[in-house]
């Protein structure tokens, strides 16, 4: 069945540092990919999305590209700050039910920021 | 544009007893989702709701989980009994449609089974 794989944290940085936090898939057909950003005490957020191949989703500073090739959907920040330190989940949108849309979350990588 | 919105958002109780978490979607959103979020694992979907019709279900616990949707708009999940196992944080979702369109959550109900 379709999945996801995410790096396992957590991931500790100084504040201004790149993060690279990686995810790789598996599915059939063609999912749409999502990275959700869950900040202490608060739901999850979407952070970025991308819905074909080549496509790169961007916000707030973060990108992420949808790999076929390598089935990936690395997660990147040039420059972390405090404020970014939350739990990061990689998830595809999993249509091969049917009808069905419901999200494949990986593990969650929690990220730590210092200052 | 207010969000998705749960409660309670914390709930504790003994094992064999009954719960019921309640959930109000986006206005205008079609599809809701409930999801059971385990500690240190990913969210993973319950139940997915087209309006007031179920789309998938098949990983409903349906022995002690139920979920209905009345009129399409405002959701309850009910556990009867609880277990320890359903220790977790049930997060709610709604969609305008169904499709890749994005998921908006809400802040979730924590459960703690005793």
């Known amino acids: 069945g379709n999945s996801v794989t995410q790096m396992e944290g957590p991931v500790t940085l100084s504040e201004e540092a790149f993060l690279t936090i990686n995810c790789t898939y598996t599915?059939?057909?063609?999912?749409?990919l999502f990275w959700y950003v869950q900040y202490p005490g608060e739901g999850l957020q979407l952070l970025l999305k991308a819905t074909k191949a080549d496509d790169k989703g961007s916000n707030k500073g973060f990108e992420a590209t949808y790999r076929k090739e390598t089935t990936s959907f690395h997660l990147e920040k040039g420059s972390v700050q405090v404020s970014d330190s939350a739990v990061y989940f990689c998830?595809?949108?999993?249509?091969?039910?049917?009808?069905?849309?419901?999200?494949?979350f990986g593990t969650g990588t929690l990220l730590a920021v210092q200052p | 544009e207010a969000g998705v919105a749960q409660s309670p958002r914390y709930k504790i109780i003994e094992k064999r007893q009954s719960v019921a978490f309640w959930c109000n979607p986006i206005s205008g959103h079609a599809t809701l989702y409930w999801y059971q979020q385990i500690l240190g694992q990913g969210p993973k979907l319950l139940i997915q709701?087209?309006?007031?019709?179920?789309?998938?279900d098949s990983q409903l616990p349906k022995d002690r989980f139920s979920a209905e949707r009345l009129k399409g708009v405002d959701s309850t999940l009910k556990i009867q009994p609880a277990k320890l196992e359903d220790s977790a944080v049930y997060l709610c979702?709604?969609?305008?449609?169904?499709?890749?369109?994005?998921?908006?959550f809400g802040p979730g109900t924590r459960l703690t089974v005793l």
């Open positions: 998830a595809l949108s999993d249509r091969s039910g049917g009808a069905t849309n419901k999200l494949i």
């Open positions: 599915a059939t057909g063609y999912p749409s």
């Open positions: 979702a709604s969609s305008l449609e169904g499709g890749a369109d994005t998921q908006y």
């Open positions: 709701f087209q309006n007031n019709g179920v789309v998938d």
